[in-house]
Structure formats: structure tokens, C-alpha cells
């Protein structure tokens, strides 16, 4: 149980191109996703949290209208990346959680590449 | 705000030793949850133990276990009878306990275990 399915796994685009990323949860409903950034080699950085239903808190550092999050259901994320450019490039993770006291589960990333 | 520090950027073992990979952490928090996570080179982010810091007993899952020292703010993890499969990044992660809404994680930088033959 407690599977959370991440699209695409892999994407290539042009620069300026908005690049949108979904995270499912599969059996549970996700009260709470979280959005991750992890650089080849690096940890993860926390981007967002997003509840269902209202509007995502981001972390310091992170823009607002270049990394939109949408989270319309109780098990469907998507993270939007607008006019994206090659500092973008980076693997992104999702996880997600049904109650604030158990663990995440994580999808299996998305490697974004921008040319 | 927390932080996280793992100071072995990389560490080397034979095939069943017994491997320790350090953690500490700094927070104000009382009340919060630290975890192992494992990430091989497929990328994907698997838990492999939890503590809720009220606990004082170390929590332990099969060949894994934690020493979590709370007054320290330690919390390392011990692999015994390490395996081939092991091998991978290990990441230490701080989260806040809040009955108010869930909390995103704070990772250490990481730890990358190789298991030799």
C-alpha cells in the first residue's frame, strides 16, 4: 500500500517551455504533498507544501510564479514549471502523506532536462 | 528553523560488517519525528527507519537500527551484517511534530554507503 506515482519520469524541452510534473497518491487519500528539488548529488530541498483544496506554502527562496502547484484533489498534485530555463534542470520528487504523523511516501521523481 | 548535518560524506565497508552513519541535528523543537531515508541509484526515496523523538527507546527494523542520543541531538544509524544491496545514499531527516498540519522534511546532506565485495 501507500503508493504515490510520479509523471513523467524523464523530460527533455526547449527553453521557455512551461513543463507540468503530476504526483498521484494510488491507495490513499493525501491530505498533504510535498514538492522536493534535489540537484545531481545533492540532498533534497523542501519547495512547497500543498493541502488539498487551498493554496501551496513555499519555502523561502523558492518563486511562486515560476514553480506553480496545484493540488485540486485529495490525490492529485501537479507542480508546473513556467518558462523554464536551464537552471531549472533538476530532479524533482513528490511526496505524500494521508495523516500529519506518518511518514511520506515518495514517487519516483522526475528528471527534468532544459536545452 | 532545524538543521541537519551528516559529516561522512562517503563511507566504505566489506560485505556483512557492521557500518554506523552519523547524524546530528539542531533544533528548538520538542516535539518531532527523525528518519533514515535510502536512496540507490534509481533515485527513489525509501524509508528505511523512524523515530518520534518522545520515544526514548531506539527504534530498530530487522538489520537496521538507531542510537538516538535526544539531549546530544544524535541519531545515527547502525547496519549490521551489511549487505551488496545496501549500497546506496543515506539521508538523515528532521520533521516537526504537529498536530496542526504536517511538516515538510529537512534532509542532511547525505552519506554514500558502498558495500565491497
Known amino acids: 500500500g501507500a503508493v504515490v506515482s510520479q509523471h513523467p519520469s524523464w523530460v527533455i524541452c526547449k527553453s521557455g517551455t512551461s513543463v507540468k510534473i503530476e504526483c498521484r497518491s494510488l491507495d490513499f487519500q493525501a491530505t498533504t504533498m510535498f514538492w522536493y528539488r534535489q540537484f545531481p548529488k545533492q540532498s533534497l530541498m523542501l519547495m512547497a507544501t500543498s493541502n488539498e483544496g487551498s493554496k501551496a506554502t513555499y519555502e523561502q527562496g523558492v518563486e511562486k510564479d515560476k514553480f506553480l502547484i496545484n493540488h485540486a484533489s485529495l490525490t492529485l498534485s501537479t507542480l508546473t514549471v513556467t518558462s523554464a530555463h536551464p537552471e531549472d534542470s533538476s530532479f524533482y520528487i513528490c511526496?505524500?502523506?494521508?495523516?500529519?504523523?506518518?511518514?511520506?511516501?515518495f514517487g519516483d521523481g522526475t528528471r527534468l532536462s532544459i536545452l | 528553523a532545524q538543521t541537519v548535518t551528516q559529516s561522512q560524506p562517503e563511507m566504505s565497508v566489506q560485505e556483512a560488517e557492521t557500518v554506523t552513519l552519523s547524524c546530528t541535528y539542531d533544533?528548538?523543537?520538542?516535539?518531532?519525528?527523525l528518519f533514515w531515508y535510502k536512496q540507490p541509484p534509481s533515485r527513489q526515496m525509501i524509508l528505511v527507519i523512524r523515530q518520534e523523538a518522545y520515544k526514548q527507546q531506539n527504534a530498530t527494523e530487522n538489520r537496521f537500527s538507531v542510537n538516538f542520543q535526544k539531549a546530544a541531538k544524535s541519531f545515527s544509524l547502525k547496519i549490521s551484517d551489511s549487505q551488496l544491496g545496501d549500497t546506496a545514499m543515506y539521508f538523515c531527516?528532521?520533521?516537526?511534530?504537529?498536530?496542526?498540519?504536517?511538516?515538510?522534511?529537512?534532509f542532511g546532506k547525505g552519506t554514500h554507503l558502498i558495500i565491497q565485495p
Open positions: 533544533t528548538s523543537e520538542n516535539n518531532y519525528y
Open positions: 531527516a528532521f520533521m516537526r511534530g504537529s498536530g496542526g498540519g504536517a511538516d515538510g522534511l529537512t
Open positions: 511526496s505524500a502523506i494521508d495523516t500529519w504523523d506518518q511518514p511520506q511516501h
